[in-house]
Structure formats: structure tokens, C-alpha cells
């Protein structure tokens, strides 16, 4: 089966501009995940759809990061106006039951 | 508390020799325990999963060791190649959120 696809692969802007982030699930999973994962460091929670509910978005940053899963299959990720702080991986993952997730390739986000 | 302590931050191993990376949790409602290996420039990828029902589980040159009592679990890669060196996580999923929890990553380089 394809993995999870993610697009672009690498983005470089300048702070305080926009950028998003396209996630494209396993077929079929209900659960989708955004983690962000800091060079040196595991991946960190921003974000969990299940079909296209929000489960989880404790530690998304909510003032400028925001998130939508329409019709419970693609996700978009977006951070507007974009920080210093915010340069970093940004993974998608998803899963078909409660347990195994599947990661996709990640978006290397570099902001200047 | 949701936090997953893993450790050693870095690991060096000589071909052939064991490689081990160790985690402990403290939430008993964690009930599914990955390991995910990450290569530079890629997504973290399922390496081997165990169930808090099981104290071991092995799959070829890869095991996991699980201690429900002291609520440790650890990754065990025997004959290590350099092909495995790469950043090891354990992650722990809450059986109410379907959360994932990570731990801060293993850095392991098998020398030739």
C-alpha cells in the first residue's frame, strides 16, 4: 500500500510569513497526526484528527498554527505568521486502528 | 505524567556487538509500546511493538524487553551493523487519548 505522502519536502521563508503543509494519509486511516520534531529531539504532539474530528490539540500553538482535515482525508498544516522557533521537521502520520502509526517523509521547515 | 525517559542520548557499538537503548514510563494507562528508527532526512519507521500482556518480543535481530512492574521497556539489536546506526525512539500510547508520547531519541553509530 502507499505510506503517508507529505508535500513540500522543504520549505525556506522569512519570519513573520505564512507557509502550509499537505499531508495525504494511508488509505483508509482514520487517525491523523501533526508532530513537530526539533533537530536532536522526538517528535512532539501538535495535533490529532480522528476522521475529521480534533482529538487532541493541546500544544498547538493555536495563536499562529492551525490545522484542518476535510472530509477526513487530507490535512493541511499551516503557521501564520511563521517564528524563528518554528524551523523544524514537520511529520504527518496515520493510522487504521488504535495502535500502529506510519510516518510519512516530513516537511523540513526553515524559517530566516 | 506523560513523559518517557530514554536513555542513552548517544550510543557507540562495534559490528557485531549489542546495542541496547532503554525507556521507562509512568503513565499506566500507556498499553502499546513502539520502537521507531529514523534515518537522516526521513520519517521515523515502525521498527518492533510490544503489548504490556508480553514480557518479550523478538523479531530477527531485534527485541524488545518489557517490565510492566517497573515500567521500563528497552530495545536490545543483536550483531549490530552499521546499516542500523541510526536515532532510535520508544514512544508509549495512552490507551484513552490514542495519544503517542516519544522519548527524546538514541543516536547509535555501529562502527565497521
Known amino acids: 500500500e502507499a505510506g503517508v505522502a507529505q508535500s513540500p519536502r522543504y520549505k525556506i521563508i522569512e519570519k513573520r510569513q505564512s507557509v502550509a503543509f499537505w499531508c495525504n494519509p494511508i488509505?483508509?486511516?482514520?487517525?491523523l497526526y501533526w508532530y513537530q520534531q526539533i533537530l536532536g529531539q522526538g517528535p512532539k504532539l501538535l495535533i490529532q484528527?480522528?476522521?475529521?474530528?480534533?482529538?487532541?490539540d493541546s500544544q498547538l500553538p493555536k495563536d499562529r498554527f492551525s490545522a484542518e482535515r476535510l472530509k477526513g482525508v487530507d490535512s493541511t498544516l499551516k503557521i501564520q505568521p511563521a517564528k524563528l522557533e518554528d524551523s523544524a521537521v514537520y511529520l504527518c502520520?496515520?493510522?487504521?486502528?488504535?495502535?500502529?502509526?506510519?510516518f510519512g517523509p516530513g516537511t523540513r521547515l526553515t524559517v530566516l | 505524567q506523560q513523559q518517557v525517559k530514554q536513555s542513552p542520548q548517544s550510543l557507540i557499538v562495534q559490528k557485531g556487538g549489542i546495542s541496547i537503548i532503554n525507556c521507562a514510563y509512568e503513565?499506566?494507562?500507556?498499553?502499546?509500546f513502539p520502537w521507531y528508527q529514523q534515518f537522516p532526512g526521513k520519517g521515523p519507521a515502525l521498527l518492533i511493538a510490544i503489548r504490556p500482556d508480553v514480557s518479550e518480543k523478538k523479531e530477527g535481530r531485534f527485541t524488545i524487553s518489557f517490565n510492566k512492574s517497573a515500567k521500563q521497556f528497552s530495545l536490545h539489536i543483536m550483531d549490530s551493523q552499521p546499516g542500523d546506526s541510526a536515532t532510535y525512539f520508544c514512544?508509549?500510547?495512552?490507551?484513552?487519548?490514542?495519544?503517542?508520547?516519544f522519548g527524546t531519541g538514541t543516536r547509535l553509530k555501529v562502527l565497521a
Open positions: 514512544a508509549a500510547k495512552d490507551s484513552g487519548t490514542y495519544k503517542y508520547i
Open positions: 488509505s483508509g486511516h482514520a487517525t
Open positions: 484528527f480522528q476522521n475529521n474530528g480534533v482529538v487532541d
Open positions: 502520520a496515520s493510522s487504521s486502528t488504535t495502535d500502529t502509526q506510519y
Open positions: 503513565n499506566t494507562a500507556f498499553d502499546y
